[in-house]
């Protein structure tokens, strides 16, 4: 079985500050790890995934396999990062490329 | 409009009634999938589907049904089984191999009355 858990259901930080939105999962095998978030009014989109490396909009994240995170970061938070961020995982063993996603962190960046 | 169009965006259902949401996609993928979307618990899988004429139950299929008939168009239909069916409902596609990522819908927000 596989399971996303985000412990943070609200966050809210100040403007330029750093900010650490935590996921941990439970999977057995090699997990492909995403990030989405939800923008105000507007769909779910991908943020990022483990496997590009990539940073997008300043966020980064790093697979941990040892600690079985991946938690996402920023280094300076700004107001239009307010959001619903969700961490999912697809499972190579699974059917298809079917998607886990944890419960979201709703991020507030106060002014 | 993004390449994935649900409808209606509301819906109101009377007790007892089944009701069918619409997803719609133009992006040539072959995995389509509907998830339901409840404040404090996330996305739950509800159906997905690989292929046309193909689809598999996913974590809450209960009261729920689907057909794939077409490649571009997954409907789902909420069931006088389903309990609890207030809900916000999204659908999302994706290629099927090598996972990059899902496209997901604007969503329908059903409302039983």
């Known amino acids: 079985a596989q399971r996303v858990t985000q412990p943070e259901k609200l966050l809210s930080v100040f403007k330029g500050a750093p900010v650490e939105l935590k996921c941990n999962y439970s999977?057995?095998?090699?997990?492909?790890l995403f990030w989405y978030v939800q923008y105000s009014r507007q769909r779910l989109q991908l943020l990022l995934r483990?496997?590009s490396r990539e940073s997008i909009k300043g966020f980064t994240a790093d697979l941990n396999k040892g600690e079985t995170s991946f938690h996402l970061k920023k280094p300076f938070a700004q107001e239009e990062d307010s959001a619903m961020y969700y961490c999912?995982?697809?499972?190579?063993?699974?059917?298809?490329?079917?998607?886990?996603f944890g419960e979201g962190t709703q991020l507030t960046v106060n002014p | 409009d993004g390449g994935i169009t649900q409808s209606p965006k509301y819906l109101f259902r009377k007790e007892g009634q089944n009701v069918t949401l619409s997803c719609e996609q133009n992006?040539?993928?072959?995995?389509m999938y509907w998830y339901r979307q409840d404040p404090g618990q996330g996305l739950r899988l509800i159906y997905y589907?690989?292929?046309?004429?193909?689809?598999q139950k996913g974590d809450i299929a209960e009261g729920y049904s689907v057909s794939r008939e077409k490649k571009e168009s997954f409907p789902l239909t909420v069931t006088s089984a389903q309990k609890n069916p207030t809900a916000f409902y999204l659908c999302?596609?994706?290629?099927?191999?090598?996972?990059?990522?899902?496209?997901f819908g604007s969503g329908t927000r059903l409302t039983v009355v």
């Open positions: 999302a596609s994706s290629r099927k191999q090598g996972h990059r990522g899902y496209t």
């Open positions: 589907s690989q292929i046309v004429n193909d689809f």
């Open positions: 999912a995982l697809s499972g190579e063993e699974t059917s298809g490329s079917r998607l886990t």
């Open positions: 999977y057995s095998g090699s997990p492909e």
């Open positions: 992006l040539n993928h072959d995995a």
């Open positions: 483990h496997i």
